[in-house]
């Protein structure tokens, strides 16, 4: 099991998987076969509606359609933000992403590796990263 960052789900999801790790794609792979799980952090939902409502990134649907079919599939679970995912977030000063932050303490309190590839969250050395 793994918690994963916006970006390796994006690019994952939306065809652009060359630039994902050959481990992440399998982990990817993986957890749409059924035999593995991601978990998705809200706030990584809530950052691509961000995105899409910026148009920095094009999804094939809408946001809503679009987030439906993620988890809707098997391999993929959303993650809810809650008390202690807060409380540990608010103490970490690696950068000044909110987002970034909540992943980061959803991994902590899930004690899973984060799927990512984010320079300040792999050189924080607050949790395992998976690239």
Request: hydrophobic share 50%; net charge negative; aromatic share 10%.
């Amino acid at each position: 099991m793994f918690v994963t960052d916006a970006h390796p789900l994006l690019w994952y999801l939306t065809g652009k998987r060359s630039l994902l790790s050959t481990k992440v794609l399998t982990a990817f792979d993986e957890a749409v076969a059924g035999s593995s799980f991601i978990q998705i952090p809200t706030v990584v939902l809530w950052e691509i509606a961000i995105l899409d409502a910026k148009g920095r990134i094009k999804l094939d649907n809408t946001f809503e359609h679009w987030a439906g079919k993620v988890s809707a599939t098997s391999g993929f679970n959303i993650v809810q933000l809650e008390t202690p995912i807060i409380a540990r977030s608010v103490g970490y000063n690696f950068n000044n992403d909110i987002f970034d932050k909540v992943i980061v303490a959803t991994a902590v309190e899930h004690d899973l590796p984060l799927i990512t590839k984010d320079v300040a969250i792999t050189d924080s050395n607050l949790i395992e990263v998976y690239w």
